[in-house]
């Protein structure tokens, strides 16, 4: 058996647990998009109002707002390990489209598609927790960046598949406020519970695959970085040693912007999420094509734009770990790109309206790569998985922030006042990125190591 004083190996596994917390990442991406698009039927399926149906996808930000702190504790104390979160990560992600999928049987059971939509929240957000942990135990330096955004890949291809499918599903007219007959809402509900009930099947094999196969840690570590994180640093596990870590964090202004900058990354595409059918029908860019139809095909080219912004943005972190330059680059750019958005809208330009939605979505990809890494550079040695638990609790209240102001726009200001809300929220990502002091604290290590065979970078602790 190797050990930790063998020279760092890789193992081909990594690259299958990668894909397994991609899969379950794409039901989690899709349960952001599957909603908005035919938030007509659901009104009527379910007889509720539009800002109800809004809380099936807000829904999924309650959850992990509460049980982030509790769950970073736990990480800490070593109670739960990288395969125990995710293997609850998965069970979350399961339980989650098995309670839509039962919803779906009946217009009394509202409450379980809320319900539901809370587990696949809190199965995403200890998702995104996972990437940046996964990746600096399993993947040396030279793959963080790649690894990263292959996990991510399954968000943006499911929520590209949530923008598309449940749309060609449920039969629609050209007005978002039409009365579906009977025979629509029936064909409606039992495509959409046939799709959520498949997803509910594959989600449950790849979790009985991770409770066989997956470990917590590879026997001999990647990189020198960790072998020394896993050899020098003694960890004080009391809850005082906790407390001061965590004050440790939100005490470090970087922390906190950079918790914020991805929260804005993720949560700033909400009030296209929400309700692009409606922007689509208030300034009629189609006669031929329902706005339910459209509008999904709208937001699926930002899933689509997003697949290579991921890997994209991987390969360019790895090479050039300009973290900061590239996230100011990156937040300015969509800034203009929703700005040119809303012009399209306004001007009713489709063409243009899907062009720059897939650059909107290419470049919100390539910044989340290097914001995942970027956080845990600024904070290294804390464990990688109870720093982005943290930061997706961040994310999660930003998320119900948005969403809530955004529909409150729109019924104030219309389509104009929710694209004008979507372009000032970009824009304040932009000032923000400026405003990070960045230090690369893993990186040091390494490069002390490469630098001298006879001198190390000295640890450091927070």
């Not at 990668?18 to 399926?45: E, H, P, R, T």
């Not at 007889?47 to 809380?55: I, L, R």
């Not at 948005?402 to 809300?421: H, M, N, P, Q, Y």
């Amino acid at each position: 058996m190797e050990t930790n004083q063998e020279h760092p190996k890789l193992y081909t596994r990594r690259w299958a647990f990668i894909f397994g917390i991609s899969i379950l990442l794409l039901f989690g991406g899709n349960s952001f998009s599957s909603f908005g698009q035919i938030s007509n039927f659901y009104v009527q399926f379910f007889n509720s109002s539009h800002a109800q149906v809004d809380w099936i996808t807000a829904a999924r930000s309650v959850s992990p707002m509460c049980i982030s702190l509790p769950f970073a504790l736990l990480i800490f104390k070593g109670k739960i390990g990288l395969r125990n979160l995710i293997i609850a990560m998965a069970t979350c992600a399961t339980t989650g489209v098995m309670l839509v999928t039962l919803s779906l049987l009946d217009s009394s059971l509202f409450f379980l598609i809320v319900l539901g939509q809370t587990m696949s929240g809190l199965a995403q957000n200890i998702g995104l927790a996972i990437p940046s942990g996964l990746a600096s135990l399993w993947f040396p330096e030279s793959q963080v960046g790649t690894a990263i955004a292959f996990t991510v890949v399954g968000i943006y291809l499911g929520e590209g598949i949530g923008y598309i499918i449940p749309a060609l599903l449920v039969l629609s007219s050209n007005r978002t406020d039409a009365i579906l007959s009977g025979n629509k809402l029936a064909s409606g509900q039992r495509s959409l519970r046939y799709m959520y009930g498949s997803y509910f099947a594959v989600s449950a094999v790849v979790t009985i695959l991770f409770v066989i196969f997956l470990t917590d840690k590879p026997a001999t570590p990647p990189t020198t970085a960790q072998e020394r994180k896993n050899t020098d640093l003694q960890v004080d596990k009391t809850w005082n040693k906790f407390c001061k870590v965590i004050k440790h964090l939100f005490t470090n202004p970087s922390y906190i912007l950079v918790c914020i900058l991805l929260g804005f990354n993720f949560q700033i595409s909400m009030p296209e999420n929400l309700m692009m059918s409606e922007i689509v029908a208030d300034f009629k860019l189609s006669q031929t094509i329902s706005p339910d139809a459209l509008g999904g095909y709208v937001m699926s080219m930002f899933s689509l734009g997003g697949l290579p912004g991921l890997v994209i943005g991987g390969k360019v972190v790895d090479r050039c770990k300009t973290y900061k330059l590239l996230t100011s680059i990156g937040n300015a750019s969509i800034f203009v790109t929703t700005v040119v958005i809303a012009i399209s809208v306004i001007f009713k330009s489709a063409p243009w309206l899907f062009v720059c939605n897939a650059l909107y979505g290419f470049l919100t990809g390539f910044v989340c790569v290097n914001l995942f890494e970027m956080i845990t550079q600024i904070t290294y040695p804390i464990d990688e998985t109870l720093v982005t638990t943290l930061m997706f609790g961040f994310q999660a209240a930003l998320s119900l922030l948005i969403s809530g102001f955004a529909r409150l726009v729109f019924s104030t200001w219309g389509s104009l006042g929710l694209l004008s809300f979507q372009c000032a929220c970009a824009l304040l990502n932009t000032v923000i990125s400026c405003f990070i002091s960045l230090k690369n604290r893993r990186l040091e290590i390494v490069k002390g190591e490469n630098e001298s065979d006879n001198s190390q970078t000295p640890l450091l602790t927070p």
